[in-house]
């Protein structure tokens, strides 16, 4: 749901979804369809990638699907829009 909200403050959350979505850039008011990147929570996800060096075995657990979520970009200022977390 939108809230209507100031119109001041980009960083009023987006209507994001896992996947990409629909939405109004609220940098460069472009209507665009979000680019998505799924990234692990990041600081677990820059443990484990130390620990990968270390142990592959034991950060198995960081890599499943159930710790990504869904950082969404504007495709036309790249800037980072928001984050949906499962
Ligand atoms: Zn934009």
Redesign the pocket.
Known sequence: MYAETDTTAPACPLLLGPETSIVD??????H?MTTVKHTSNTNTHIAAANWSRLCCLCCIPFCSDSAKNADHY??????Y?GTYRK
């Not at 850039?25 to 472009?30: D, E, G, K, L, V």
């Not at 504007?74 to 800037?79: A, F, L, N, R, T």
């Open positions: 850039c609220p940098y460069c008011q472009s665009i504007c495709p036309c200022c790249q800037k829009l």
